[in-house]
């Protein structure tokens, strides 16, 4: 695949664009066209390939099922035998179980017991359910109102030899795993996970187990920002806190970038400290600095570190877990080799909580997403939407998405959510 990272910067392909007010739709389409899929693939056994992404399509080496076999317990009989309006007597030829067939002729007025996944025998095209039979010694009476062919799975008609049965980018889940199993294929051939390299910048950090000096505060982004990688099936490398100088950012840029496929940091993407990390990224790489309309999150850095994609998120706790969410999952499922990568499910419901929201920026409220008793879903804010405040993150369970345009918002209006759960 052309990977237009190649040939292009991310500036000269960030054409019509605002760097201090980019619209957050108009920043996931850039981003877009940098990315694509990790070319190393591996051969693994289907067991270990749960959560992996395929990296090539399975056709079916067989038709699913292989053979006409019952739906029910039953009789299989000859259609032509039963009456519409009478009962009739069958005499019952033989069995037909799964996995041992019935392998004589069924001649007229006889009928084969079968069982569920038995093949139906040759002669035989429709399976009266055993409740619908009255059997007796070695015969069965049988009713009317039964239909042709009832009962019966066709052959092929799960899918037919040669037919697509999962294409490649395609999210590897139970169902999946199941299915390839299903067509005797014991190995497939998936994406190499994606390596991710993470840091936090700031003097102010200090990791957990320790004790905070006055104005010092505990480095949380970095275990979100796992949690989430984790989530995603990254190849997760934590390089731990950086602190805000710039020999030691360059050092480990450069090392994290020698290692990853994707830099991830947050912090040093603000007014004040973003300059001097940018005149280093600058010489890095190719990184744009944006000012995205969106709240919480608005500072995001995002671009080239020699090979490796570089996410430069805000430092403020809520705002990382809200760019990361809003940019960097598709991001990291296409570099993944998903596709397509759907967006996120959203939804419209009532709100019962008033908000506060000013036009100009894309806002995205915590919220929380419940049903009362009758059954019908609604959406509150979680309360105050600070930045900082990560127990507004903790208490949702998705993001109330409210667009560029839109001012305050009263109770009981429609308004757009996005569940959080299953996203990262
Ligand atoms: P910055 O973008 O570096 O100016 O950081 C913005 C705010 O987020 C400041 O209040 C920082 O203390 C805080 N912050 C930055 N990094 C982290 C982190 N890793 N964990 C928790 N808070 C952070
Ligand atoms: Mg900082």
Wanted: proline share 5%.
């Amino acid at each position: 695949m052309n990977d237009p990272s190649q040939t292009q910067s991310p500036l000269s392909c960030a054409d019509d664009y605002d760097p201090n007010s980019m619209a957050v739709a108009k920043a996931r389409e850039v981003i877009s066209r940098f990315l694509s899929p990790v070319a190393t693939h591996e051969c693994v056994h289907i067991r270990a390939a749960l959560g992996r992404v395929l990296a090539q399509d399975v056709t079916s080496p067989l038709d699913v099922p292989a053979h006409d076999n019952s739906a029910m317990d039953g009789y299989a009989v000859r259609f032509a035998d039963l009456k519409t309006d009478a009962k009739v007597t069958l005499k019952v030829a033989g069995t037909s179980f799964a996995g041992v067939p019935f392998s004589g002729a069924v001649k007229a007025g006889e009928c084969v017991r079968i069982m569920t996944g038995g093949v139906v025998p040759q002669d035989t095209d429709t399976i009266v359910m055993q409740e619908h039979a009255e059997a007796k010694d070695n015969e069965v009476r049988i009713g009317g109102g039964h239909r042709q062919g009832q009962h019966l799975r066709r052959a092929g008609e799960d899918l037919k030899t040669g037919q697509a049965a999962l294409k490649r980018g395609q999210l590897l889940r139970p169902a999946e795993i199941g299915l390839i199993a299903s067509l005797g294929i014991p190995e497939v051939m998936i994406y190499r996970r994606l390596r991710v390299a993470f840091f936090s910048t700031g003097d102010e950090l200090r990791s957990v187990g320790t004790m905070l000096a006055e104005g010092q505060i505990y480095d949380s982004n970095r275990y979100t920002i796992h949690g989430m990688l984790e989530r995603l099936g990254c190849e997760v490398i934590d390089m731990g806190v950086v602190r805000d100088d710039p020999k030691l950012l360059e050092q480990a840029f450069g090392e994290a970038a020698a290692i990853a496929d994707v830099v991830i940091t947050s912090g040093g993407v603000s007014v004040g400290e973003a300059d001097f990390v940018k005149d280093l990224l600058n010489k890095m790489g190719e990184v744009v600095f944006w000012k995205i309309a969106m709240k919480p999150g608005r500072p995001l850095a995002y671009g080239k570190i020699g090979d490796a994609h570089f996410f430069g998120l805000p430092g403020n706790p809520v705002s990382v877990m809200v760019t990361f969410y809003q940019f960097v999952r598709d991001a990291l499922l296409k570099l993944s080799g998903r596709d397509p990568v759907e967006p996120l499910p959203s939804f419209k419901v009532p709100c019962t909580s008033s908000l506060k929201k000013a036009p100009g920026r894309t806002e995205f409220q915590r919220g929380i997403l419940t049903r009362d008793a009758a059954g019908t879903w609604s959406v509150r804010v979680t309360g105050e939407q600070g930045s900082g405040i990560l127990r507004s993150m903790a208490e949702a369970n998705c993001f109330i998405i409210l667009p560029e345009a839109q001012g305050n918002v009263s109770a009981g209006t429609l308004v757009e959510v996005q569940v959080m759960e299953g996203a990262v």
